[in-house]
């Protein structure tokens, strides 16, 4: 093991640029290939005999309960990540290894209970995320397969980030791609062939995500940089906090995911009823919209956890310069990736709706087209944030990253999603339903504001650090 924290200190020295290019790009394609689960299933069910309108409007709805997994799985997985960074940085090889044992069993635990709702409360918890009538069977029917493969399912996204901060981001990027290979593979049998509809998808879903977990399980027998007891396995806070403190700002945005998912689709069940678009169609375009969304936020969250390592080595050995080229580097990659999205939801809205399936409605392209010019119109400013907040976090400015996550959703786009709508409904009627959607524009730009805010309170505080490797660098603001 001392060998490779030696090695690791390669992370304090030469090219920057270099060391995010081998980190980003397995970050960038593991995480784009574990978006493909539900992606691929949408696909495959949207072009099937049930339709886009009701295929992607039953996976829409569920996925919100798969993101609520995820938030549990990156609060610990991301956390330990870095603080496991930290740790190589002060040359510490005990702490990340125990904070690692408590955490996987502790991700363990929270998905049986999260499994045990599942299976108790399936309809409230649909219809309370927009089932309608035309959905819920199917939506139900998506559920209850993938509920028997939530551990697996948890287990693995918190291992993948562990993996990848171990300076192993090649075999998190071979797990994950096996993965997504193998649920296309399953897909194209069970729905396409076969013709399973949207049981079979979630068949595929699961078994594939089972497979990954099982080789990422493997990794944990011989790891780089820490080791796996048995007796840490219990659950310790003492260990878990520092894991939970440093991840606290991906639950958060992952939760925030679920609250917009929540309140979207309260306001389209109440204006879309009030429209001659109904409530199905805005339910599937936002479907659609969201799985765009997390293939950009997915290349930007890779490029940020790629300079994770990076960002943790260097605070935890001082390192601040170097720790301010990094962020120069994640911004610049980060806005690229954004603008070039923006481009290319504007010119082509109709063609990324096809790719989930044509309808032969014209009020289904009429509507999605101006959900995807809209709500993807400020993308850059949200890659902006989504990089922010793990650069925070990173770094260990946990508050911060949680504060700006948290702001965003809540603070900037709720409030004003509930009131716009309101407003023009009163003003013309039908109209609420297409004034929904400008909420976005006041939430993007209000978080990159903070965003900016307090970039710059966290540079200021960085200039004042004058440290040795070993010190407390996780200060608050």
């Not at 965003?408 to 716009?420: A, K, M, Q």
Request: proline share 4%; aromatic share 12%; hydrophobic share 50%.
């Amino acid at each position: 093991m001392s060998d490779t924290i030696t090695n690791n200190k390669a992370l304090g020295e030469g090219s920057i640029g270099k060391h995010l290019l081998r980190f980003a790009l397995p970050s960038i394609a593991s995480l784009i290939l574990a978006s493909l689960y539900t992606i691929t299933d949408q696909i495959f069910v949207g072009n099937s005999r049930l339709g886009p309108e009701i295929g992607n409007g039953a996976i829409g709805i569920v996925f919100p309960l798969l993101v609520i997994t995820q938030a549990f799985s990156y609060l610990l997985g991301d956390g330990c990540a870095a603080f496991l960074s930290i740790c190589q940085g002060r040359n510490d090889k005990v702490s990340g290894g125990k904070s690692i044992s408590s955490c996987l069993n502790l991700t363990l635990i929270i998905s049986l209970i999260l499994m045990a709702i599942y299976f108790i409360f399936p309809e409230p918890l649909l219809r309370l995320f927009g089932a309608t009538d035309m959905t819920i069977k199917s939506a139900k029917d998506y559920l209850f397969i993938l509920t028997f493969f939530i551990p697996a399912y948890m287990l693995q996204n918190m291992s993948n980030p562990v993996v990848r901060s171990d300076g192993h981001p090649n075999y998190s990027l071979l797990t994950t791609g096996i993965g997504a290979g193998l649920n296309i593979l399953l897909d194209l049998i069970f729905v396409r062939f076969l013709h399973w509809g949207i049981e079979g998808a979630a068949a595929a879903t699961g078994i594939s995500m089972f497979v990954s977990y099982i080789l990422l399980t493997l990794y944990f027998i011989r790891p780089k940089t820490f080791t796996i007891k048995w007796i840490d396995l219990i659950p310790h806070w003492s260990v878990i906090k520092p894991a939970v403190s440093l991840g606290l700002s991906s639950f958060v945005t992952q939760m925030s995911i679920v609250v917009i998912n929540l309140v979207t689709n309260i306001v389209i069940v109440k204006y879309g009823a009030l429209s001659i678009y109904g409530t199905v169609i805005p339910i599937s375009a936002l479907a659609i919209e969201s799985k765009w969304f997390s293939i950009i936020a997915n290349i930007v969250v890779g490029i940020s956890v790629g300079a994770q390592p990076i960002l943790g080595y260097n605070m935890g050995a001082g390192k601040i310069d170097r720790v301010k080229k990094t962020y120069r580097l994640m911004l610049f990659w980060s806005m690229l990736v954004g603008i070039i999205a923006t481009l290319f939801f504007e010119i082509f809205p109709k063609e990324t709706m096809l790719v989930f399936g044509n309808s032969d409605d014209p009020l289904y392209w009429e509507y999605g087209v101006v959900l995807i010019r809209v709500f993807l119109g400020t993308i850059s400013l949200s890659m902006f944030m989504k990089m922010t907040t793990i650069f925070f976090q990173a770094c260990g400015y946990f508050k911060p990253a949680a504060i700006i996550s948290l702001s965003r959703d809540i603070l900037f786009f709720v409030p004003w999603v509930f009131l716009i709508p309101f407003i023009a409904e009163n003003v013309q009627a039908g109209s609420g339903i297409y004034a929904m959607l400008y909420s976005i524009f006041i939430a993007d730009g209000a978080s990159a504001i903070l965003c900016l805010i307090f970039t710059f309170l966290v540079f200021k505080k960085m200039n004042q650090i004058k440290v040795e490797p070993k010190e407390q660098l996780t200060e608050e603001l």
